[in-house]
T-cell receptor, first 113, second 115 residues
Framework: GEDVEQSLFLSVREGDSSVINCTYTDSSSTYLYWYKQEPGAGLQLLTYIFSNMDMKQDQRLTVLLNKKDKHLSLRIADTQTGDSAIYFC?????????????FGKGTKLSVIP | NAGVMQNPRHLVRRRGQEARLRCSPM?????VYWYRQLPEEGLKFMVYLQKENIIDESGMPKERFSAEFPKEGPSILRIQQVVRGDSAAYFC?????????????FGPGTRLTVT
């Protein structure tokens, strides 16, 4: 099975909050990442969290990490149409300094005006 | 500071031809990574290179695929005798030396279509 799992689709109304969830399997992961991919474009690093943290906030983005359950979530406050994209969760399974990121299949976020 | 550049953005090849994908990392970055994204899938790691060295090619198919990152010039991912299953988006990422985490900056990708 996949090392990193995400639900494939999420639809929200403009102005609402979006919550994208991810589960991972490697308990030694040191960093966990959220990337955004707009249609036809490459991946843009949105934010990351170190495994000894349980929350990180960055403007409209809030990352929550439950290390016991290996569950990661990305909350986008006041979702805008420009947030429509595919969001990938990724883990760094070999710890600090690793390079071989493992990605989920991505969650496609659709924002309804 | 220009981002990671990849060319071509779109590449069409017939079965049996060769595909060459180029990646210029961000200025000051000496680590390059190649990933492949099949339709409706996440990215899969292929290879990690530093200048003139392949560090890890564990994600790359043993046959027909090769990668290089010469002292001068871009990194090249080469696929010989392409087959339809090679159709995918190929992304390059780079990171600076001495980094402590896997913070990678991605290019826009090359979309390879094999007919």
């Amino acid at each position: 099975g996949e090392d990193v799992e995400q639900s494939l689709f999420l639809s929200v109304r403009e102005g609402d909050s979006s919550v994208i969830n991810c589960t991972y399997t490697d308990s030694s992961s040191t960093y966990l990442y959220w990337y955004k991919q707009e249609p036809g474009a490459g991946l843009q690093l949105l934010t990351y969290i170190f495994s000894n943290m349980d929350m990180k906030q960055d403007q409209r983005l809030t990352v929550l990490l439950n290390k016991k359950d290996k569950h990661l979530s990305l909350r986008i406050a006041d979702t805008q149409t420009g947030d429509s994209a595919i969001y990938f969760c990724a883990e760094d399974p070999s710890g600090a300094g690793s390079y071989q990121l493992t990605f989920g299949k991505g969650t496609k976020l659709s924002v309804i005006p | 500071n220009a981002g990671v550049m990849q060319n071509p953005r779109h590449l069409v090849r017939r079965r049996g031809q060769e595909a060459r994908l180029r990646c210029s990392p961000m200025k000051g970055h000496s680590h390059v990574y190649w990933y492949r994204q099949l339709p409706e899938e996440g990215l899969k790691f292929m290879v990690y290179l530093q200048k003139e060295n392949i560090i890890d090619e564990s994600g790359m198919p043993k046959e027909r695929f090769s990668a290089e990152f010469p002292k001068e010039g871009p990194s090249i991912l080469r696929i010989q005798q392409v087959v339809r299953g090679d159709s995918a988006a190929y992304f390059c990422a780079s990171s600076p030396p001495g980094r402590e985490r896997g913070e990678q900056y991605f290019g826009p990708g090359t979309r390879l279509t094999v007919t």
